[in-house]
């Protein structure tokens, strides 16, 4: 935005959506990654009925709050602005 509660350039919008992909495409692929790795050994090792049922329902339970982290983690470090490229330093000119 420009600071004077006007609407945001082109670029802000576009910056903003593909942040907005991003956060949802990573949450997403996290979120299965961690499903996976949760509910695999269930399926790998044959484990028992009882103990498969478990994983399943641990499984359903951590990929959403993992998927939400995530989305909420990248949206808050965008929203805090570009790091500087040197650590320590804060002017281009340092």
Do not use: I, N, W
């Not at 919008?13 to 990654?33: C, I, K, N, P, Y």
């Not at 269930?42 to 995530?70: E, M």
């Not at 983690?73 to 602005?81: A, N, Q, S, T």
């Amino acid at each position: 935005m420009d600071g004077h509660g006007g609407r945001p350039h082109k670029a802000e919008r576009d910056a903003l959506t593909v942040e907005v992909g991003f956060a949802l495409v990573s949450a997403a692929f996290l979120a299965a990654l961690v499903f996976a790795a949760v509910v695999g050994p269930a399926f790998l090792f044959g484990l028992p009925d009882l103990l498969s049922a478990l994983l399943f329902q641990v499984g359903l339970a951590l990929a959403p709050v993992v998927f939400v982290v995530r989305v909420v983690c990248v949206l808050v470090d965008f929203r805090r602005g570009a790091q500087p490229s040197q650590p320590g330093r804060t002017s281009p000119d340092s």
